[in-house]
């Protein structure tokens, strides 16, 4: 059983509401030293290496 509206909420307000709903699509980029997925401006979640905007990745290093 659904629940019962106790006041009536007009089609701006429930587009209002609903306009917060979208979600986005995320941006993923592929990390220069280990291949893996990570987002854009932040530090790779698996080997950790932050890329600058622009800046060409050096040689990894070899980490294991
Ligand atoms: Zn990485």
Do not use: D, E, F, W
């Not at 941006?27 to 905007?53: A, D, E, F, Q």
């Amino acid at each position: 059983m659904g629940g019962v509206p106790t006041k009536h909420h007009s089609k701006s307000k429930v587009g209002r509401r609903r306009s917060q709903l979208a979600l986005r699509k995320v941006n993923v980029v592929v990390c220069p030293t280990c291949k893996g997925p990570t987002l854009p401006h932040r530090i790779c979640p698996n080997c950790g290496t932050y890329v600058k905007s622009g800046a060409k990745p050096k040689a990894a290093p070899s980490a294991k």
